[in-house]
């Protein structure tokens, strides 16, 4: 077969699928010749502005070696970052001196009505400049703006800022008056100041003393003293009465499990019991003969310690004990399927109960019924067992994953950093 003859060629083809494709190679070309034209014929690389680093650039260079003059060498040029000439510098620092009044004045009205920490800044990010601040009264304003006016007195006093700002070549000294004033109180932090000036004054006179002695009486007024509450105890009744819940909650969810325990007990003795019963029915014991030697022989097993406590054996030991006191056996088996109160038993108890009416002609070949009935049962009941319990492991087996790659990733941070 002739390529022209192929199935790609026989395609249906429109014209927007040329032009699409047309256009893709067309836009490959004109890009391809603009990336050449921008990469070729410079000669020039642009600084970052003032206070913004160096950049580094990655160059061909052509015609380095006489020899080779079209051989292209791959180079790095950093270039410093530009800096101010003199007038703009003047210019610049003559234009941020209002601004800088602004940016530091934080919460306050004005620097001349200042009560609250100033927000001193260390660089002016869009100019690239960075400050220094300086103060002629650090226990007043520290040099990170935090202001201490506790202990001021109501008509203020006057600090002398001082911020050094620079490019890194070019330096000017900014001075600023600020007015601090104590800080603003409530009418009950109004009350209380003078208040613990007092007591300030007393355990300084005290402070030879082994205890400091509070004042029984200010301004005319006797005072008592008490210690706050460091807990409250409301919540002791919401947690007695949620420990109640819980309790209740706890004993309805133990008695759930128990009751979940005893049906799975119950379903993997069933295939058992049935078993036993075909045997002992076909050696040609009546069906109390048979029911008694079960339990006569889950009894000494018990007594003897060859096997544990069993649910349905157990009720078959007291549908035994009913038969033995009078019960009909009709009865006896009959509470016996509803004491388990699974469909299996009280199937058997119905299976019983109608061969004590009936007879017991087809009994044999109904109960081997039920037990490869019950066999099936019971391995399949193993498998959603097991499927449970594969299930219950994934979550340990997430947490080991999660170790694992705690273990591998945390080594990797830190040889980054």
């Known amino acids: 077969m002739k390529w022209k003859d192929s199935w790609f060629w026989r395609l249906p083809v429109t014209k927007s ?3 699409c494709v047309a256009g893709g190679f067309l836009l490959y070309v004109v890009m391809e010749f603009v990336s050449v034209a921008e990469s070729r014929g410079f000669t020039k690389l642009e600084r970052a502005g003032p206070g913004h680093g160096e950049n580094t650039y990655e160059v061909v260079v052509s015609g380095l070696d006489p020899k080779e003059e079209d051989k292209e060498v791959p180079i790095e040029i950093p270039v410093r970052e530009r800096i101010y000439t003199d007038q703009e510098a003047k210019l610049l620092f003559d234009r941020i001196e209002p601004e800088l009044k602004v940016r530091i004045l934080g919460e306050n009205p004005s620097l001349s009505m200042v ?3 100033l927000k001193f800044q260390s660089s002016l990010d869009p100019y690239g400049l960075r400050i220094s601040w300086e103060t002629d009264n650090p226990d007043l304003i520290d040099s990170f703006g935090e202001v201490h006016n506790e202990n001021l ?4 006093e006057t600090v002398l800022l001082t911020a050094l700002v620079t490019d890194g070549t070019h330096n000017r000294n900014y001075n600023f ?4 004033f104590p800080p603003e109180l409530t009418r009950a932090e109004k009350i209380v ?3 613990k000036k007092l007591i300030e004054q007393e355990d300084l006179r005290q402070q030879t003393k082994e205890q400091l002695i509070l004042p029984d009486r200010y301004a005319g007024h006797g005072l008592r003293y008490s210690k706050p509450k460091e807990k409250s105890n409301r919540m002791l009744p919401l947690l007695g009465m949620a420990c109640a819940v819980l309790l209740h909650l706890k004993g309805v969810v133990e008695k759930q499990e ?3 325990e005893r049906e799975k007990q119950l379903l993997f003795d069933y295939s058992e019991v049935i078993s036993k ?3 002992y029915i076909g050696a040609g014991l009546t069906i109390r003969g048979a029911w008694e030697r079960i339990v006569t022989g889950y009894e000494e097993g018990v007594k003897q310690k060859k096997r544990s406590m069993r649910p349905a054996y157990d009720e078959m030991v007291k549908t035994a004990v009913q038969i033995g006191s009078g019960v009909t056996e009709s009865r006896a088996y009959s509470e016996f399927g509803r004491r388990c109160g699974l469909q299996p038993y009280i199937k058997l108890s119905a299976l019983l109960e109608q061969s004590r009416k009936n007879g017991g002609k087809q009994l044999r070949s109904s109960l081997e019924l039920e037990m490869v009935s ?5 391995k399949n009941y193993a498998k959603k067992l097991g499927e449970e319990a594969g299930t219950k492991l994934l979550f340990p087996l997430l947490m080991m994953l999660g170790v694992v790659m705690i273990m591998i990733v945390v080594p990797v941070f830190l040889a980054f950093y």
């Open 115 to 117: 009560r609250t920490d």
């Open 277 to 279: 019963l075909v045997v």
């Open 17 to 19: 699928q040329v032009a």
């Open 258 to 260: 128990e009751k979940k």
């Open 153 to 156: 007195e109501e008509k203020g």
């Open 177 to 180: 008056k600020v007015l601090v």
């Open 193 to 195: 100041a003078p208040f």
């Open 374 to 378: 019950a066999f099936e049962q019971r």
